[in-house]
């Protein structure tokens, strides 16, 4: 009975209420129909071109073609229509219940010079498209999007992302929202292709990727085989965590669903990999994975906790900047914290599951309000982190509201490493009295 199950759609209207923190003259929407994209391709044109960093100066460009015979091969150059480089891959397939995939077609490219516009062709068919690599100095921009799905709204969010540029896309979990429903992750990957196709997505996963049932007891199948990520090059043994860096930023991955203890693997990565990061040539450190550890949000209270007590103490003594989180379909910005309180070496904790989920916003946050949390609302947008210089980024939250995207929280950040006061002090905590607008 469990190949024949075809999981529901349930959309809910909600009435959002407002908060203090919130614009009193926006109306909060209801959850986005979903949105359900055609294949009107041929069996052997590339569909669901998305592409991601591998190594320092490598992409890996992935697609899928319905014909099993067409090649692996991405041709590409600086100038439109000129390819003067060709370079072969792996393809995969995988099945879930009655569904079989079509040919997953993953190619490494490079070396690629840095802030540089390539065109490309997949597997020697198909339309030309174009990426631009990030750039190997300050400034470099990341978009910041969580539990994003396949709504109206996904659509809006992905609009206003693209309305303006930025370098590297990051996603802390939860994509398609299939849910085991596997036509979803081919229309997912159409729907996103556009952004996809032109800028890196670096993305980690979230309870709506597990896809655990009866018949198929191994979760992550489709995720891992759609959206491989470089945890081969971080020295990790699974594509559920990882790390990367980008101008001076490291950027850590990790999985809220797998083993997360001290004696776990992926603890004792965590830890090697933050050893190595040399904070005099890579002052940023961001963290993103999925169930946030801070959240005065009712949604999902306390689901993070047990991961926050395991790890938090790695991520406090190497002074990582910002922790990003998903799941809790909101937004929220904390203050620098650690073990629950204020402190000004911590990391600042923020909470952006509200890219476009199809399951509506999550309205409801404790009261009174913690001291902890500046900034609070359940709306739909995106954010985005620009790291000027060693010293200094500028982090803002773009609502979605209507045709524009409206910044309604932003702050500067002053970089952990280059305080000498947390450089001296790690295991002392340090005077918790600092602006609200600086971090």
Known sequence: MWAHIIFPLLL???VLPQLPQARDDFSRQPAGQVILTRHDRSDSDPQQVHISLLGSDHIRVSWIT???QAPS??????????????????????????????????????????????FYRCGESGP???????????????????????????ASTLAHVDGQDYDVFLLPGDLSYANGHQPLWDSFGRLVEPSASRRPWMVTQGNHDIEILPNHPKGFVSYNSRWPMPHEESGSTSNLYYSFEVAGTHIIMLGSYTDFDVDSAQYKWLEADLARVDRNKTPWILVLLHAPWYNTNTA???????????????????????VFAGHVHAYERFTRVYNNEKD?????????????????LALDYEEPASP????????????????????????????????????????????????????????????????????
């Open 344 to 360: 000004k070496c911590g990391p600042v904790y923020i909470t952006i599951g509200d890219g476009g989920n199809r399951e509506g």
């Open 66 to 68: 319905d014909d099993r």
């Open 300 to 322: 999902h209270q306390g689901e993070g906790e047990s991961m926050r007590q395991s790890m938090e103490e790695l991520l406090y003594k190497a002074r990582v900047d910002v």
């Open 73 to 118: 091969i991405v041709e590409y150059g600086t100038e439109s229509g000129r390819y003067d480089a060709k370079a072969s891959g792996v393809h995969t397939s995988y099945t879930y219940f009655q569904y079989s995939s079509g040919k997953i077609h993953h190619v490494k490219i490079g070396p690629l010079e840095p802030d540089t516009t390539y």
């Open 372 to 439: 902890l949390s500046f900034y609070r609302e359940p709306s739909f947008g995106h954010g985005r982190f620009r790291t000027l210089n060693e010293t200094h980024a500028f982090w803002s939250w773009h609502r979605n509201n209507d045709a524009d995207a409206v910044v309604a929280d932003d702050v500067w950040f002053e970089s952990l490493s280059t305080s000498k006061a947390c450089r001296d002090t790690v295991d002392e905590k340090v005077p918790s009295s600092f602006s609200k607008d600086e971090l």
């Open 128 to 154: 030309e498209l174009s990426f631009k690599t990030p750039p190997s100095t300050f400034p470099v921009e990341f978009v910041v999007v969580g539990d994003l799905g396949q709504t109206d709204w996904t």
């Open 12 to 14: 809910t209207i909600f």
